[in-house]
T-cell receptor
């Protein structure tokens, strides 16, 4: 069964440094997302991406964050100048195909990147 | 303010019994609701999606109901097995967008 893959599984970075988290969504999906989960807390929406642009973002997704789909398979989340409070699990998800586009489609998640800011 | 509430206490249940989990929401008008399973250190795994005009959905041993009057969804695992032990998350999305808002999850422990 196709799945969402994320790399690396664990990233340790010094505060103030930039990190790029990488995701390969399911190949025929059209919608891509980033969520995060701080330890012991709920999963929180960051951003959704469709047709090569951001379709929605949360209040968490400020100027420090950016997303990109650099080619036909990868989807990245960049965090500039990381802060201690950015430490969390970051999940990529994808949904929706040409035949079943739009909302109301299941989102499929990767296993996440654990980001630790020192 | 908008809230999605799931029971914070773990549900301990004997193998073979039915586990029932509740998801209550306030100040939402969801177009659909999804249930996920999450194991420690892993990403959420999609289980079931139910739309606001649907009352019930089933998949194998799983059943979900959605009552927009009560603002509640129930999630049932019948004939529970130790392998069903995990945290179960409910997530809502409004009309016109795919942004999922998650509850904090409810842990299920199935005792052999």
């Amino acid at each position: 069964e196709p799945e969402v893959t994320q790399t690396p599984s664990h990233q340790v970075t010094q505060m103030g440094q930039e990190v790029i988290l990488r995701c390969v969504p399911i190949s025929n999906h059209l919608y891509f997302y980033w969520y995060r989960q701080i330890l012991g807390q709920k999963v929180e929406f960051l951003v959704s991406f469709y047709n090569n642009e951001i379709s929605e973002k949360s209040e968490i997704f400020d100027d420090q964050f950016s997303v990109e789909r650099p080619d036909g398979s990868n989807f990245t989340l960049k965090i500039r100048s990381t802060k201690l409070e950015d430490s969390a699990m970051y999940f990529c998800a994808s949904s929706g195909t040409i035949t079943a586009a739009g909302s109301n489609q299941p989102q499929h998640f990767g296993d996440g990147t654990r980001l630790s800011i020192l | 303010s908008q809230k999605i509430e799931q029971n914070s206490e773990a549900l301990n249940i004997q193998e073979g019994k039915t586990a029932t989990l509740t998801c209550n929401y306030t100040n939402y008008s969801p177009a659909y609701l999804q249930w996920y399973r999450q194991d420690p250190g892993r990403g959420p795994v999609f289980l079931l999606l139910i739309r606001e005009n649907e009352k019930e959905k089933r998949k194998e041993r799983l059943k979900v109901t959605f009552d927009t009057t009560l603002k509640q969804s129930l999630f049932h695992i019948t004939a529970s097995q130790p392998a069903d032990s995990a945290t179960y998350l409910c997530a809502l999305a409004a009309y016109g967008n795919n942004r999922l808002a998650f509850g904090k999850g409810n842990q299920v422990v199935v005792i052999p």
